[in-house]
């Protein structure tokens, strides 16, 4: 059965620190590994995609980073914001279509 | 433009009542797919489509669970005679499902069932 692994389960911070968010998963032949966030009460935002044939991706202060043969992967948040506080999930697909999820990591960025 | 959209945002229902949730994809994009969200939980896939056909219904949790799709657009999941452990956002998303394989899904809000 394919899991996903999210570690740690809820994290605080100050503000402007940088930050990990871990990830990992079970089946190493993935095909995507998606990172989103999610604001209470909203829907999920999409953050990063790596696809199977790329290690990184980067958008901002984000960096997602993909080790298929460990089975993780990692988001990087540089200098955060009070406005990065959310849930953070990842997410894989091993060619199929549907995403196996994570149960998230719940972020807190304190002022 | 626009992104994928649900209606209701909120739905609270009596057990035994049956409910419709809608999603409207992103234009062009010819994969759709719903998921469960319970409370403390992760994302559970129920169902995916692409065009107007599912191939692949195995994450549908009972035969009250039922989704169609109509003209590769709008998505309808019904759940029959609600039961309390129904409760849960239930979220759509889209895709393209091109050459490239990329299949980013796009989520929309969501729908907060609630079952008393």
């Known amino acids: 059965k394919q899991e996903v692994t999210q570690i740690p389960a809820a994290l605080s911070v100050p503000e402007g620190e940088n930050l990990v968010l871990n990830c990992s998963f079970t089946?190493?032949?993935?095909?995507?590994l998606q990172w989103f966030r999610q604001d209470p009460g909203k829907g999920l935002t999409s953050l990063l995609l790596?696809?199977?044939?790329?290690r990184e991706q980067t958008s901002g202060r984000l960096n997602a980073s993909l080790d298929k043969s460990s089975g993780r992967s990692t988001l990087y948040i540089a200098a955060s914001q009070p406005g990065d506080s959310a849930t953070y999930l990842c997410?894989?697909?091993?060619?199929?279509?549907?995403?196996?999820f994570g149960t998230g990591t719940r972020l807190k960025v304190l002022a | 433009g626009a992104g994928v959209s649900q209606s209701p945002s909120n739905k609270v229902t009596e057990k035994g009542k049956d409910v419709e949730l809608r999603c409207d994809p992103i234009s062009g994009h010819t994969a759709l797919y719903w998921y469960r969200q319970r409370l403390g939980q992760g994302l559970e896939f129920l169902i995916y489509f692409q065009g107007n056909s599912a191939p692949d219904k195995s994450g549908l949790p009972s035969d009250r669970f039922s989704a169609e799709r109509t003209g590769e657009s709008v998505s309808t999941l019904t759940i029959q005679r609600t039961q309390q452990e129904d409760s849960a956002v239930y979220l759509c998303a889209s895709s393209t499902w091109g050459l490239s394989y990329r299949n980013e899904q796009f989520f929309g809000p969501g729908t907060r069932l609630t079952v008393l």
């Open positions: 089946d190493s032949a993935i095909y995507n």
């Open positions: 790596i696809q199977s044939s790329q």
């Open positions: 997410a894989f697909t091993s060619g199929t279509y549907k995403y196996i």
